[in-house]
Structure formats: C-alpha cells, structure tokens
C-alpha cells in the first residue's frame, strides 16, 4: 500500500501538468473557434492578447499542489485583472478552471477561509462585469456552485489530514514493535547466556575438578581414574543434553524432545555429583519440601546448583555448607563456604549472583545475601511459600554428603 500511495504521489505533478495543459488547449480551441454564449464572445477582447492570457490563466495549476494558495491567488488575480480590462469571460474553459482551483486550494491549503473569501471575490467580480448576468439571483447561482467546489475540497483535506494522522501513527506503532522486538531479543539472549552459563559453568567445573582427581590417580589407582573418566562422561553428556534443549528452543526447525528442566527433585544427583568432584558438602535437606511451579522449581534448582559450583570453584579448602528449609513463608536456601586469607570467592565476573538475583525476581524471591560473613562465604535465598503447589509427598532425608 505503500508502494503504491509513494508512486502516485511521484505522478501528482505529471497529473497536474496534464491538467494545465489540458485546460490551456481546451481555452486555446474555444479561442480559436469564436465561441460565443448569448451572442458574447466566450473570449472578450484582442485575439493576440487572449493568445497570451489563457495559458497564463492556466500556468498557475502546476502548483495547486506544492503552493495552493500561492496558485489560487494567482489564478484568481488573472482572471479579475481580465475581466476588468477585457470583459468577463463566458468560456467552459475559465467556468472549469476557477472550479478546479477553488477545489485544489480547499483540499490541500491550510487556510481554508481565505480560499472562501479569494473565491467569493472572484465570482462577484467576473459577475459584475458579465454581461449576461442579470441580478443577485445569477450571481448566487454562481457562489453556489463555489461554495459546492469549496466544501469538496474541504472535505478531501478532511480526508487527507485523517490518512497523514493514521500513518503517522501506524508508523509510530511500528517503532515501537521495532523496539519492542529489539529489546525481547536482547532480553532474550540475556536470559541464554545466562542459562548458558548455569550449564556450562557448572559442567566445567566439575569436569575440570574430576580430570584433576584422575590425573592424580594415574598410574597407581586406576580404578579410581577409571571412576572419574565415569564421572566425566556422565556429566559431559547431561551438559550435551542442557546445550541441546537450549538449542532446540532457539531453533525454528522441527520441535524435538528435550530433557525434563531440572528442579530440586533431582536435588540427590546434583548433590551427588558435586561429591563425586571432591566437595565435602554439609547437608540440611528439609524432607517436607512442597512441590513448586516449574519456574519456581527450576529457579530454586539453579540457586542450589551456582552456589556449589561457586564452592566448588573459588574455595580452597573444598569444603561447605548446604541448608534447604521450609520456613512459615517460604523456601530458605543457604549455602556456605569458608574462606581462608584474602580468598573471599573474589574470583570471577559475578554473573552467576546476577543470574541468581534475577531468576529470584521473577518468581517473587530474594537474594537476601551474597557474600563474604563472619569468615565464610554466604548464599542466603528466600523463595515465598505462594509460588508453590500442594505437596507431592514427603521427600526422603538427604544424608550428609561428603568426601
């Protein structure tokens, strides 16, 4: 539609030097007949000046569009200055041109009142010197049929100012979607990376941890390199598994069947696997933990899960804390570490805090804490009871796990 309302608007001005041309042969082709109205020349006066004055009379159309009022007074002051020195003129031609104009400048002037008062002006005075003219009945006549020419024309800017608005706003609609997509697509990815690094930061720590505990074993305790390459593999493909959900999701190609999201029923493996990479972990699992929303549960799962592998990571002594109880209001997770000398858990680019924060935020949670107290590194959130669904049934207790 577009397209199309540009490319007519490229021929506006072919269409109005059609116009005037036409209107200047047709004046022209009346002059050169001798045309008369009630025995009077429909072109009074000399014939050489008339041979000049009608496509002056008409020249003006070229800018009823770019300059209507500029062109209207122009034709207007023509015509009065004619019919003074030369009569009034009873041609079709004049009859069609001072209708044309008074219609062009009401549909695309701004002044639609001074329009009125220049067309009223010039029906009076080409009556007054018209001849054929024969009381105010005729000159009413004549304003009627301007005045019709006037609201049309009054109606077409109507009309026109109602499409500019419409488009103007349409396209103010469309910057907004524009921005809006703009900033879902940045949110998006910000989410990605975010899930991103859950998965892989995790995943590569304990890889990292493991390949460390099997180069250790080798040569003398294969048995226990061969349980950590186990372990690798094992994590490795869960990781494969997490990549690959993400990536369908962003796909648009066939859906395919990802892996359930992990949630706090896989609480044992998760703990289990941190075990396994050398973490002597304290366990205080609350056996009455109620079933959560998936987000909720996903969002409480991946707090646990950064706060291990934070421990896992940046504490020397590969030693920590783990606290997941069900208070009057909600969910309290609490996961320490210590430190020892100026290792404050400093190391790293703080994502993983960020990521927590803000998955907490969306489920109505806080991160109450972050950081180092009382010599040990404290994660403390707090995840409201509202988020969550009746209970699935009591969870088993969670022993301690350790090295």
């Known amino acids: 539609m577009r397209v199309v309302r540009e490319h007519w608007h490229r021929l506006a001005r072919w269409r109005d030097l059609a116009l005037a041309g036409g209107l200047a042969a047709a004046g022209l082709a009346e002059l050169l007949a001798h045309g008369t109205y009630n025995s009077t020349p429909s072109w009074p006066g000399p014939f050489a000046l008339n041979v000049v004055y009608v496509p002056m009379l008409c020249l003006p159309v070229l800018w009823r569009r770019t300059r209507p009022l500029t062109a209207f007074a122009a034709i207007a002051a023509l015509l009065c200055l004619g019919t003074v020195v030369l009569g009034a003129a009873e041609a079709t031609t004049e009859f069609i041109l001072i209708m044309a104009a008074i219609y062009s400048a009401a549909a695309h002037s701004s002044r639609p009142w001074v329009v009125a008062l220049i067309g009223t002006v010039t029906v009076v005075v080409h009556d007054w010197r018209d001849p054929t003219v024969h009381g105010v009945t005729n000159t009413l006549w004549a304003l009627g049929l301007a005045a019709v020419a006037w609201l049309t024309g009054m109606a077409v800017h109507g009309r026109q100012r109602t499409i500019v608005e419409l488009t103007s706003h349409a396209e103010e609609v469309e910057r907004r979607h524009a921005a809006e997509v703009v900033a879902a697509t940045a949110a998006e990815r910000a989410a990605i990376a975010r899930e991103l690094h859950d998965v892989i930061a995790h995943t590569v720590s304990v890889v990292v941890v493991q390949a460390q505990v099997g180069s250790r074993a080798l040569p003398h305790q294969p048995a226990v390199a061969a349980e950590v390459l186990a372990t690798i593999e094992t994590t490795g493909r869960q990781a494969i598994q997490e990549l690959r959900r993400l990536l369908t999701v962003l796909s648009d190609g066939e859906p395919a069947l990802v892996v359930p999201a992990p949630s706090l029923r896989q609480l044992d493996s998760l703990l289990a696997t941190v075990a396994d990479a050398g973490l002597d972990l304290s366990c205080d699992i609350d056996p009455q933990l109620p079933a959560l929303d998936p987000s909720t549960d996903l969002a409480a799962y991946r707090v646990i899960q ?20 069900r208070t009057s209001t909600g969910i309290d997770v609490i996961a320490e570490s210590p430190l020892v000398g100026d290792s404050a858990a400093t190391a790293g680019t703080g994502r993983g805090i960020i990521g927590m924060r803000e998955r907490l935020s969306l489920v109505g949670g806080r ?8 010599g040990c590194y404290r994660v403390h959130a707090t995840i409201p009871v509202e988020h969550a669904i009746p209970a699935a049934g009591p969870r088993p207790a969670q022993a301690p796990v350790g090295s």
């Open 367 to 374: 991160l109450e804490h972050a950081g180092p107290r009382n």
């Open 306 to 325: 950064e706060s291990l592998t934070n421990m896992l990571r940046h504490c020397p002594q590969r030693r920590g804390r783990l606290s997941v109880r």
